[in-house]
């Protein structure tokens, strides 16, 4: 590897950045790819190569890299109010309009939105507000969190001890106390020999409820869930999965977030996950393409139950003792409403479903048979290849080799930006504006990459 030039975006990069998701070490000999400008479902770097962005940037770019209506919606927010908060009943007309047309696209009956700046945030926010609420309804122990081994909430104190995944909580000191986790619900690796999807998920609904009759029913307050898990590795859950889950959760008085963040706003071909899956939340939380991306912005939607508990409480202290200098802030809020207008004229959902056929069968014919991969999954326009070491046991590769990450620089050397995500899966979400021939080509550079994968492990 040949040093970054002194001066270069690379060697200032490398004497400068702190990066997420990054070994820091290693990071001072390779070196970043320095993106410099996106059109539509493509990004440049520096050197002026050209990448078919797979996973929408990090799973948000919805609109794809570039979108004049929502430059100009920033421009006439920013000259108009730039800023404005809703602390002490102050409000703007961005945040109550975005407010509105969520509660109107709500999966299911919502009462009140809360808005926050990311999707650890929002999920931090409806941690605190599931323990405001136990309190003000006169149940003080029941504060215990579920999540599930490999989801994924975020990466604040909270959040992170509800994500289940190692290097989230390795050297972190987390999971908090009162965080506990409960099977991932996938089918390929968990599932024993000749389990149908359907028996499998009634055995992930009997861990559940193991779990919580372990922990004491009193003890527990909700359980957080992404309808698809996205970063734990595009996990489809198996047939009947949620209704038999929520069946536990009613009989128990156990809430159920639903985390809309990769989800929300058409990528399993739904408007929500939600729908998808036949799941009932009392909260769903969202972020990434509730703005396409260009501004970040989250929100907690809550139904009348939660809300009322809310407001009591909040009545009896004298204010709800929450809230971020950013909450609702009128720029984010602003291209949010556009972004929304934008999925409503363009009926993104509409999209998406015309064109996941392509992305699904593409996945499959292209890679069920390849000689590294051991299954093909996804619904909508989120995917994943998993890679294995042997096809027959579904035996991964040593987590030493760093299978995935191989695989998606060598991707990234085919003009193709993929997702290396946790047990050797790659991870495809692409901007949900892409078209049939941008899909074709992707997964054909894809497939190219992982050929020449398998003949260097040959
Ligand atoms: N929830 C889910 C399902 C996510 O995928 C993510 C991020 O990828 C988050 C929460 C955290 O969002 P953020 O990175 O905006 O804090």
């Known amino acids: ?46 050197t002026g190569r050209d990448y078919i962005e797979a996973v929408a940037g990090l799973w948000c770019a919805s609109l794809g890299f570039d979108n ?36 109107a696209r709500a999966p299911v009956p919502m009462h009140r939105v809360f808005f926050a700046n990311s999707g650890s945030e929002a999920n931090d926010t409806a941690i605190k507000m599931v323990w405001y609420y136990n309190n003000a309804i006169g149940r003080p122990q029941k504060k ?10 975020g990466i604040t ?3 992170s001890s509800l994500t289940g995944l190692v290097n989230n909580h390795r050297s972190f000191d987390v999971p908090l106390p009162g965080f506990v986790h409960t099977m991932t619900p996938h089918h390929y690796h968990e599932a024993r020999p000749g389990e149908s999807e359907e028996a499998f998920a009634d055995r ?27 970063a734990g590795g595009v996990i489809v859950p198996p047939r009947g999965y949620f209704p038999k889950i929520q069946a536990v959760l009613r009989k128990y008085d156990v809430l159920l977030v639903a985390d809309e963040v990769i989800c929300g706003f058409g990528r399993t071909g739904n408007y929500w996950g939600t729908q998808t899956f036949d799941m009932q939340p ?24 939660v809300f009322e508990g809310l407001a009591r409480e909040s009545h009896v202290i004298g204010t709800f003792g929450h809230g971020y200098t950013y909450s ?5 809020a602003a291209v949010a409403v556009e972004t929304l207008k934008i999925y409503d004229e363009i009926d993104i959902v509409g999209h998406v479903r015309a064109v996941a056929p392509t992305m699904q069968a593409g996945l499959r014919s292209r890679f ?16 994943a290849v998993e890679l294995v070491a042997d096809k027959e046991t579904r035996a991964n590769f040593d987590p030493s080799r760093k299978i995935a990450a191989r695989a998606a620089k060598l991707c990234e050397q085919h003009g193709v930006i993929s997702r290396a995500l946790p047990g050797d899966s790659l991870g495809f979400s692409p901007p949900l504006i892409i078209n049939e021939a941008e899909i074709d080509e992707m997964l054909d550079r894809v497939r190219a990459a992982l050929d020449e994968l398998a003949v260097q492990l040959r």
Request: aromatic share 4%; charged share 20%; hydrophobic share 50%.
């Open 1 to 46: 590897m040949t040093p970054p030039l002194a001066n270069s975006n690379a060697a200032r990069d490398i004497g400068s950045v702190l990066h997420p998701y990054t070994d820091l070490v290693a990071h001072q000999e390779i070196g970043p790819v320095v993106i410099t400008r996106g059109k539509g479902v493509r990004v440049w770097d520096d």
């Open 68 to 103: 004049e209506r929502l430059v100009e919606a920033a421009a006439r927010q920013m000259r108009q109010l730039p800023f404005y908060h809703g602390f002490t009943a102050k409000s703007h007309e961005p945040m109550i309009e975005l407010a509105e047309m969520l509660l």
């Open 144 to 153: 215990k969190l579920i999540g599930r081994v490999k989801g994924y909430h």
């Open 157 to 159: 104190l909270a959040a």
């Open 204 to 230: 992930c609904a009997e861990a559940l409820e193991a779990l919580i009759l372990a922990e004491g029913p009193d003890t527990v307050a909700a359980m957080w869930a992404e309808p698809i898990m996205g």
């Open 282 to 305: 009392d909260i769903v939380t969202c972020a990434k393409a509730l703005s396409a991306a260009f501004l970040p912005i989250s929100a907690v939607m809550v139904n009348a139950r």
């Open 328 to 332: 609702g802030h009128p720029v984010p």
């Open 368 to 383: 069920a048979d390849h000689p590294l991969v051991g299954e093909v999954r996804g619904i909508g326009l989120i995917g």
